[in-house]
């Protein structure tokens, strides 16, 4: 089992910056995929960035230049720099992590943090 903590959301003005950190316990050997999922309101959960243990990285369209994922194997910690936020990235954030190289629905999933971009 894996357990997922993520921190650093809040309200932010658009064009705005947030870092969100997202710390792995428990069997955490066994993680190679780490990432960041959304949910906005009325809508399905979508992948925003994922990394593997070997630093390969993957991310959404509406996020390429200004998010940058990155992880610190050491400290078993991934975390998310959002840079020139805008409305539209508004949703909860899912930190996750699989034994694969891509998140799975059935791998382990944090509780979610919400991001806020409003004036």
């Known amino acids: 089992q894996v357990q997922l903590v993520e921190s650093g959301g809040g309200l932010v003005q658009p064009g705005g910056s947030l870092r969100l950190s997202c710390a792995a316990s428990?069997?955490?050997?066994?993680?190679?995929?780490m990432g960041w999922y959304r949910q906005a309101p009325g809508k399905q959960r979508e992948l925003v960035a994922a990394i593997t243990f070997g630093g390969t990285t993957n991310y959404a369209d509406s996020v390429k230049g200004r998010f940058t994922i990155s992880r610190d194997n050491a400290k078993n910690t991934v975390y998310l720099q959002m840079n020139s936020l805008k409305p539209e990235d508004t949703a909860v954030y899912y930190c996750?992590?699989?034994?694969?190289?891509?998140?799975?629905?059935?791998?382990?999933w944090g509780q979610g943090t919400q991001v806020t971009v409003s004036s």
């Open positions: 996750a992590a699989d034994s694969r190289a891509t998140i799975r629905p059935r791998g382990s």
């Open positions: 428990g069997s955490i050997f066994s993680i190679n995929a």
